[in-house]
């Protein structure tokens, strides 16, 4: 009998133009097999929205899609999707592996967004909380109040000044955006070490770049990346005796697993 597999996803983005992921049947190579799946945040936009019957619809199709081809699904929130369930966080491997969504490392949930001020202004409004679990409440309360942008947007010329405005200016907006990229693994690990000090990885996505890093005295860090470009997609496997990194190929309009980026035996083997 197979090992079972549980396989990590993050960033789907489904339901946004930008998102590669134009139909959920393109994902199903990516499930054959798949005893456990995790889907770590962004997997749509719930948040309320210009179009509310865009986001009813699709989130009834993922809340259909999932279940039926993977026997055990786990829905992490993040940013985009903060209701999607009450779970933030997940351990596996007995502890040594941290999966959530990623916006919990930043002190202000998205630092290169236009809505950051505001990010700041609610957070601080609320007060700091007093301890993790108050973190990603207070987090997904304020993440559910900032409304939608150019993501339920359908006519393309305005989706895509949209998004060149919410994506794109003000210019030194990229600065933002590189810094988080470099500061964003060290955020993961002091989190980790203070929260999660039994975790030997990280594994989480939100800055929508696939990489793995590690801080002296803290813990790997993978991030999945996202499903949107520039960048594409990673996804975790967890077996029993190992976690494996592996990229997502994309081929003849379907997601499949590709080559193996990385592979970290585990200490319960």
Known sequence: MPAPLTR????????????????L????????????????????????????????????AVADFFPRHARTVTWVTGNH?????????LDLGGGEIWVTHGDVFFDDIVPWGNDAPLIRTLLADAGPPSDLAA??????????AIPQRHQSEQDPLKYALSFI????WPPQRILRVLRAWRDGPAHASALARRHRAR?????????HRPGISRRPGGPLVINTGSFCPPFSAHMVDILPDQLVVRAVRRSAGE????????????AQA
């Open 255 to 266: 997601f499949r697993p590709g080559p193996v980026v990385a592979e970290f035996p585990l």
């Open 25 to 60: 049947a393109q994902l199903r190579p990516l499930l054959d097999g798949v005893d456990h799946l995790v889907l770590n945040g962004d997997t749509l936009d719930t948040r309320v929205g210009p179009r509310p019957s865009h986001t009813a619809e699709t989130r009834a």
């Open 81 to 89: 999707d903060p209701d999607i369930s009450t779970g933030h966080e």
């Open 165 to 168: 405005g919410d994506t794109a």
């Open 135 to 144: 973190r990603f409440a207070l987090f997904r309360r304020v993440a559910a």
């Open 8 to 23: 990590i996803i993050s960033d789907l983005h489904f339901g946004d133009r930008a998102s590669h992921v134009a139909s």
């Open 199 to 207: 975790a030997r990885f990280v594994v989480c996505g939100h800055t």
